[in-house]
């Protein structure tokens, strides 16, 4: 099992980045994907959700509006595309996959945010 995170760096306020999250080595469209993410000193936090068929999402509300999370089946790939960044949304962004009580983490990407 491999989930492979991509696109994080760093970007000024106000920027936008795009992360993708590729996988393999089970069923990505039976699997709920979700983006967390972690700043040192804090918990990990939920970002952003997607139902396994893409026709459900969720958000948390501090990325409401900015954040857009979307999956490829196709391509075994999850997507959360990131507009508007504040320096708050500074984190190691993690992919996640959950069915039932089957876990599987990504190893994570660093996103800066800073001037």
């Known amino acids: 099992v491999q989930l492979v995170e991509s696109g994080g760096g760093l970007v000024q306020p106000g920027g936008s980045l795009r992360l993708s999250c590729a996988v393999s080595?089970?069923?990505?469209?039976?699997?709920?994907m979700s983006w967390y993410r972690q700043d040192p000193g804090k918990e990990r936090e939920r970002v952003a959700t997607i139902a396994s068929t893409g026709d459900s999402t969720a958000y948390v509300d501090s990325v409401k509006g900015r954040f857009t999370i979307s999956r490829d089946n196709a391509k075994n790939t999850v997507y959360l595309q990131m507009n508007s960044l504040k320096p708050e949304d500074t984190a190691v962004y993690y992919c996640n996959a959950v069915r039932g009580g089957i876990y599987y983490w990504g190893q994570g990407t660093q996103v800066t945010v800073s001037s």
């Open positions: 080595g089970f069923t990505f469209s039976s699997y709920v």
